[in-house]
């Protein structure tokens, strides 16, 4: 049977790293294996053996050239793991806000060497997510007002779409409200399962 790859996406700030965090242990509850990648994780481990010093947040800043090399070798390493498990979940951003404007994190290059079964867009109110940037003092985000993070989310929408187009893979989107971390989670098992045919 061939691999099935979740894709899930969210923009910063919406709780998708938390949500994933709880899939993994609800999983782990009923039983159920999930390999989650983290695809920015990967991209930065390659990023530091050509530039010193570079951390996770600096990614975005560098020139769109560098950073689709970096998107493409990672593309190359995670084709690997998912041959590895009959399924993966990939953790990444349909956008990515940089220097040059915004630009999508699932390239049809990328989408090619992935095959998604499935795209989810993890999302939350739009007051939610500015208040969580505001508080991860872990990470340099950018300061950006309600009416940005409006943008963002309908610019992610719109890729998510255009993937689904390309791929033939349905797009699922799953609201994350504060506190509902663990069912979310267990939405997201679900919607799983029900890829499975289980």
Not at 56 to 61: G, K, M, Q, S
Request: proline letters at 4%; glycine letters at 6%.
């Amino acid at each position: 049977m061939e691999a099935r790859v979740i894709i899930v996406t969210g923009i910063p700030g919406v709780g998708k790293t938390t949500v994933l965090r709880e899939l993994l242990k609800e999983a782990g509850k009923k039983g159920a294996r999930l390999n989650v990648v983290n695809y920015a994780s990967i991209m930065l481990e390659m990023a530091k053996e050509k530039v010193k010093g570079v951390g996770r947040d600096d990614l975005r800043c560098m020139p769109i050239d560098l950073q689709r090399a970096l998107q493409m070798e990672a593309a190359e390493r995670i084709e690997k793991m998912i041959a590895e498990s009959p399924e993966t979940i990939v953790d990444t951003h349909m956008i990515i806000r940089t220097n040059q404007g915004y630009w999508t994190g699932l390239p049809l290059k990328v989408l090619r060497k992935l095959r998604p079964s499935l795209f989810v867009l993890i999302e939350a109110e739009l007051s939610e997510i500015v208040d969580r940037r505001l508080k991860d003092k872990k990470r340099k985000r950018d300061e950006v007002l309600i009416e940005e993070v409006k943008e963002e989310m309908g610019f992610s929408r719109f890729v998510a779409a255009s993937c689904a187009t390309l791929t033939g893979a349905p797009v699922k989107i799953l609201k994350n409200p504060a506190g509902k971390q663990v069912e979310v989670a267990n939405q997201l098992l679900s919607t799983i399962q029900k890829l499975r045919g289980a």
